[in-house]
Structure formats: structure tokens, C-alpha cells
């Protein structure tokens, strides 16, 4: 359904695909029909592969639901079950692999630039991974919270997240994406899934 859908539209602009789309899906959500969602400056995949290649994102949601989105990414690709959970809860319902001695007040201890491209090179983080990361600006900051976002590994040193909407970056954007010139994520958690799914 997903490959002659998107082949049938495959040549129209990016801005009528995201809106066949949407449209495509209100009409298909009983029948748990998904496809793959644009970004405005990209061509439509024509294959979750191709989509991958390209870094396009599926159904993206409002921007607090960074863990429904990962978790749901992880499911349709990966095939990874997560269970799902708000961010800081993530690592407690599912296999924590790796967590820093991150303090949210002084923003120190979480993962370097470095480990993190040990985690990958050494297949601790692979595709499919959940990394748990703390944001200063979340509204569902609490002093016992280290982690309040959550973005999914998808290879090739790319995260895919929900951060004000759907948005694709690359392992050394992490340390770079600033808000108000301040640094705002900050690796704390790396997250497998509970089962795959069969």
C-alpha cells in the first residue's frame, strides 16, 4: 500500500504530496494506514529505504510528543517495541544501556561527542535506539528529571526527533543546536526496546 501509493504521486511537488497525504490517512486511520510525511524542502520517498536515505519523517505530531514519536518510528521501521512512555520514563519501562551522571542544574556529566561516536562505532547505539536527552526549556523539567526529550538513531549518524516539529540532525548538530544562544541538548540515556516486533 505504501509503495503504490507513493508511486502514484511519487512526481507531484513536495507541498500537493503532504497534502494527498493527509488526506490519504484521514481516510485510512481505521485501517492503521501510514505513510511516509514529507518535509517541505524534500522529494517523496517512493520506499521507507529510500525515505531513510533521504531523512524524511512519518506522521509527525505536536511538538511535546518526542516519545510517541520515536517510539512509533522505532516500531514501523525497526521493528523495535518500545513501550511507550513520556521521555523521562522511557529508560525505566524499557532496557537502559547507558546513562551519565547528568545533573540538570549544572548541566554536567552527559554524554560527550565522543563517547556518544564510541556508543555507535561499538553497536551499543544502533538503528532503532532510543537516546534519552535532557532540555532546559522543557516545560516537564523537574530537579529529579535528567531526561525530558527523546530522539531515535537511525544511522548513518543521523537522530530523527519531534522538536517543535519533526526534524532530522546529525550527531555532531547535538552539541550545536542552540536556543536563545544557550546549548539545549544534552545525551543523558541510551534506551533499547523491550522486544521486537514479530
Do not use: D
Not at 80 to 88: C, M, N, S
Not at 116 to 144: A, D, F, M, W
Not at 161 to 181: A, D, R, S
Amino acid at each position: 500500500m505504501i509503495k503504490r501509493t507513493l508511486s502514484a504521486i511519487g512526481k507531484m511537488r513536495t507541498k500537493q504530496v503532504n497534502k494527498k497525504i493527509r488526506k490519504i490517512n484521514a481516510r485510512n486511520k481505521k485501517k492503521g494506514v501510514e505513510l511516509v510525511y514529507a518535509q517541505a524542502e524534500q522529494r517523496p520517498a517512493k520506499s521507507i529505504k529510500q525515505a531513510l536515505k533521504n531523512g524524511l519523517v512519518l506522521n509527525p505530531n505536536k511538538a511535546e510528543y518526542c516519545s510517541a514519536y520515536a517510539t512509533r518510528i522505532a516500531k514501523q521501521i525497526f521493528q523495535k517495541e518500545y513501550v511507550k512512555a513520556h521521555a523521562w520514563e522511557l529508560a525505566q519501562k524499557n532496557k537502559l544501556v547507558y546513562e551519565s551522571k547528568f545533573n540538570p542544574k549544572t548541566l554536567k556529566g552527559e554524554v560527550s561527542e565522543r563517547l556518544l561516536r564510541t556508543l555507535i562505532k561499538k553497536r551499543i547505539i544502533k538503528p532503532g535506539t532510543i537516546l534519552g536527552v535532557y532540555y532546559p526549556e522543557s516545560g516537564h523539567n523537574q530537579t529529579q528529571r535528567k531526561v525530558t526529550h527523546a530522539m531515535l538513531y537511525v544511522g548513518e549518524g543521523k537522530f530523527w526527533h519531534n522538536f517543535y516539529g519533526p526534524k532530522v540532525v546529525t550527531l555532531g548538530e547535538i552539541y550545536t543546536t542552540k536556543e536563545k544562544g544557550k546549548r539545549v541538548l544534552y545525551p543523558v540515556q541510551v534506551i533499547e526496546a523491550k522486544a521486537v516486533v514479530k
